[in-house]
């Protein structure tokens, strides 16, 4: 198994990051999920926007004194100047900065990867689309669910037709760390979540719903139509939702459920999808990932293994070690990471964007933009019925 | 534990049945539950409005040929003669003649246990309420699921407070046996529930969703106001719904979210609560019911065994056997059979109804009416806010 | 599903009982089994040893006043001398009463269903095998896990060849509630049951190992040859033991092992068994007795389900209500009530005992009763190999 | 939470490896492993004693080409004159070369991390502790298991006193993979591990067996004295046992099982151990690693889990991300890695070996050889009680 994964061939790509200095948890997962597969070498970085930490981020992390940048702009201007300069550059701030980090890196020519949700707005999602399609630079999301082997193999049973049509969908991504007031304690991952100026219009629905809307779209290739949302917030004195309650009507009839929740007590990172279609239903969590529940219209239910006699090609791509040595979260993300590799190292020999890899791009920022969009919009109408934009 | 069940002195209360006969899937399990506790003995029947089924099916239960009924109307008036008469009748025809058939006993002073819903309009449940309450007669619903036991504890554990206010209720009831076209195939079942000349206006939402709903109400003690219903009838050629995704509102700002189906293939009998309060969070589901999942806010989750050491003393009353030595659905449909006999041998001694017992009651039985019919109404309105009558 | 049980026609067989009175846990269970399936009616009983108690338990159950007996065998005696005498008795003492009770009631020509292990020698066993053929009277031994319908799925699919040869079996029972001293606070049910007078020479190894001993051979149909068993008494003062480990070596070759503990905290009855063959292997646990995991060679493992698409006559014969549906203790024990209904019926007709049910009987007492002397003997020889008698 | 691992500083310990060359398994893991926290840089090889292999498959790695070796001697010699020689080395390759390729390096000092089990004798495993006791080499056995935090959490459980005395411990190490003649359709894998010429004298007990004798000592902390193996080759020609079941003594009085099987068709990697202590109870199965399961002796199941609220320093220390993103296999391995650098670089300053990391060592090494050998030494001799050498 693996033999995508295991065939990569030296050298590494150089890679800088924007955000992700001490204090912070995603930037870690990036750099851990870059290092797995030996495909990344990490020599340049604006990992925080104050001096100090950024210095001290980028020394702990073994930089070279010149690649330790404050300003994201100036290490995009720098590092395109050089001859070892960075190749692609892994975008892991807060939200809200997102877009001008992507705009200035986007401009220089340097491949993308990038947190979600992409942008704030859906104009500022459009603007980078367009912006990368012309500069011909790989955009890679983040939507590190979609690097499960399981994930996989659901999506390509679907593609498959082992489902048959599709009729129901149920994704839920339910967290209980927000159920107390935990941004006021100085928690730093809970404030910039809570904060519009940072997070943007959603909280739960753009942290953890987009994830669980982006999934549901991923394995089933379902085009959602519109949705209607109940949001939130529990918390007394909570500025963005903490709970969010979603009908969705994809094209062509199918109906779905997504139910995305910070203040559910007793989950930590539960993010579930079921599948319903004619001829069977899948069902995942992300907390147990090795394992895809399969039910054929007229049989038992079949736990189908990572790496075992059920899983299929699309999933064996992305698995390094065998069944039931479970690979994780950390796996996972690194095979998003391993698939932008091959994407970048396409396009560096100019091969079109098109090609066997399914990592989640900047078509998937857009539509997650406008999932927020729709859900803080329905919501502000009674949670009655509106249209995502496409 | 069980003391109060075990405690039962005779003599046995005298039972009659309408519905239930040969081919009835419900008659059975009514018989069962009615007898494990040794409270009832079935001793007349309107089994079948077929004579030769009502007859053959009586003979088979070793019912005394003159109370073998045809029509419960007979059976009502002559049983009502009798000085060895039936004192409580089990009703478990389909929905459409629930009203007729109660009215009938209930004029005759002989209480009543009653299938779900109760009827197929507000203003029958309405006028059974008003009619049993003069004529002092017990009017029990089989919601069995309350009838488990780790029911009880959730709603115990609800109403002294260890979840705290109440923020978010998660239901769901999951059948697939519906998935395709069954009821062409002769299938006594799925024909009449398809029907809505004799299910009413709701397929899955009547059937199964009235059980969710009211497990949602029974443990949490929340009242809904609201809702909003998007229901689908995958199966080609269906005329009630077969899944529906419901959005709840409840007085006092806590929020909900039903799903009901009986497309969705993998489930046999898939009924779930998840309740989430700002201290803890409660996890029960019927298909392994003997255990009860609890986690309060800051500690890890416990699995809350049926007889087990923090199961309280709610759970204890209609536990029969300990820890570890399942108890299933027999036992919960028992144990609303056993309160039953409660609520009548107290009726019959005059005491007023309110009493220590927890079973679903008529009041139960319009709330569900009101359910399915704002579900139905919400749908026929784009799936926007109804409220709900009371 | 459930044809033969719902089948069955009136009258009821005429039942005694001795043990069972108040304070007991087994006698009750005896009774709700018997009732469910309503083929017995409970009218005699011996039911203490105690005369007050006998007196006050047969009262509460609504006995005749002359059918109250505080002796056994003159219970037998009368009650053979009736037109309208108990056609079965069930023994549900502690186990040293079994062997006199039963040859009481042998002699007057009554069936006997008896609790395990059915006597404390094996001569003892061996004298009640030869009276009940000679007298042609019907013993049906209560190893309960044996009506369980996913054991009978396992042991179909077994002689079905689905394993193929069986190389291993796993048996475990595992239970917490004597983990402490428990037998000096005036807990009935731990004081006879580590009592050697009263249980005799085995405590875990009788109590439970047996049932565990029993389920391996009923479902492999492996004929144990040879063990070596470590006993301990963990708990300070005790003098059977509270734990046992045991290797099992079965003729042809198949090899097991079997743990039984009563100080294993965090199980309540843990009867757990696990076979492995050459094509396939099961596993199935007492807690959650409707699923039954299969694992072909080389395909996924699969959850059958009671009354599921997969689940074949052998269960549906003592299935009582739909798949989803959680059928628990009490209907596999009413399950072995049924059957033993349907022995003595063909009994009394004056078939051969050999028939279409697949209840444990006598000659599984006599394994039962061999088992655990091999164990006793083997851990008094250092935990060394010893051979079971036959 | 992960402080210990995160804060890990530049520069990288330079690290050689013998074996893991191309078609094996277990060297991609380590170097993964040893990639994931970045404490280490892979610049040498003797990668397979294939002069064609060796060179491949350290081409592919990115080693210099003066850097790749075919003997592991001369690696161990050109290396400890090199200024920027490796200081560490992995030896992955089978068993029976463990011995010699140690050897060659600690004569020069340089580390060792090393697979299990260490050595095919007692003495080969003696002489290695010596050699590296008295050369300061720090020598860790890659019993990756203990690298599982829930492991870790599990362990400081017993040593805090929240069990009590252990009484049972119930290990089972259970793969079904072998359950066919694989060795004979060319899976190397297969092969020498079925050899007694590579892979020693024990079959599933050396290649599986230790893992759960260590892992079942590590937690407990129990020394095992004497123990009865009863050892099966069931697939026909096979020449090591592919099954066996132990029973264990301990040191005090503890008894254990252990079951190790490559035939049990249904698991995969199905390690999983239970302790069981006169105040409480654990439950841990490497499938589902992040969850620890315990039950303390009067209350109910809880579920710890990795980085949640009950999880204690132990884990934390080995934890890299938030709970409910699961840790696998990789990075259990890979804190096994980071705790041999700090050994190494504490062993570098002259520190003694003890400290603050609980890394599998030498001592380790020669224990599971002694099991090893008391397991076939049992059951040449009837599968009969031994003592372990110590």
Known sequence: ???????????????????????????????????????????????????????????????????????????????????DGIEVV???????MHFAAAEAFIRQGIHIICDKP???????????????????????????????????????????????TIRVVQA???????SQRLEDTGAKQAEWRTDPSRAGAGGSVGDI???????????????????????????????????????????????????????AIGHENGLRLRVYGEKGALNWAQEDPNYLWFTPVDGSTRR??????????????????????PEGYLEGFASIYSEAARLIRGAQKGEATANDVSVPGIDDGFEGVAFIKACVRSNSQGANWVRLEH
């Open 172 to 178: 839920e991504y339910a967290q209980g760390w927000l």
């Open 209 to 263: 719903g987009t994830h669980a809307f982006h999934l549901a779209g991923y394995v089933t290739g379902l085009q959602a139509e519109s949705l209607a949302a109940d949001l939130d917030s529990f918390v007394p004195g909570r500025r963005l939702d903490d709970n969010a309650h979603i009908m969705m009507r994809y094209a062509g009839g199918a109906k779905g459920m997504i139910w995305t929740s910070q203040v």
């Open 304 to 325: 189908i293994t990572r790496a075992g006699p059920e899983a299929g090609e699309a999933s064996a791509r992305i698995s390094r070690i065998p069944a039931g040595h």
């Open 90 to 96: 892994s975008i892991v701030t807060p939200n809200h």
């Open 118 to 164: 992409v942008t704030n707005t859906l104009n500022e999602a459009r603007r980078l689309k367009e912006m990368a399609a012309s500069a011909r630079v790989a955009f890679v999301l983040t939507h590190n669910y979609a690097g499960y082997p399981m994930v996989r193999q659901a999506r390509a049973m679907v593609q498959g037709g082992e489902l048959g």
């Open 1 to 83: 198994m693996g033999d995508f994964i295991a065939a990569a061939p030296p050298p590494r790509l150089r890679l800088g990051m924007v955000g992700g200095g001490q204090g912070a948890f995603i930037g870690g997962v990036h750099r851990m999920a870059a290092r797995l597969d030996n495909e990344f070498e990490l020599v340049a970085g604006a990992l925080s926007s104050t001096a100090d930490r950024a210095l001290a981020s980028g020394q702990e992390l073994g930089l070279a004194p010149d690649r330790i940048y404050v300003s994201f702009e100036e290490m995009a201007r720098k590092e395109a100047q050089r001859d």
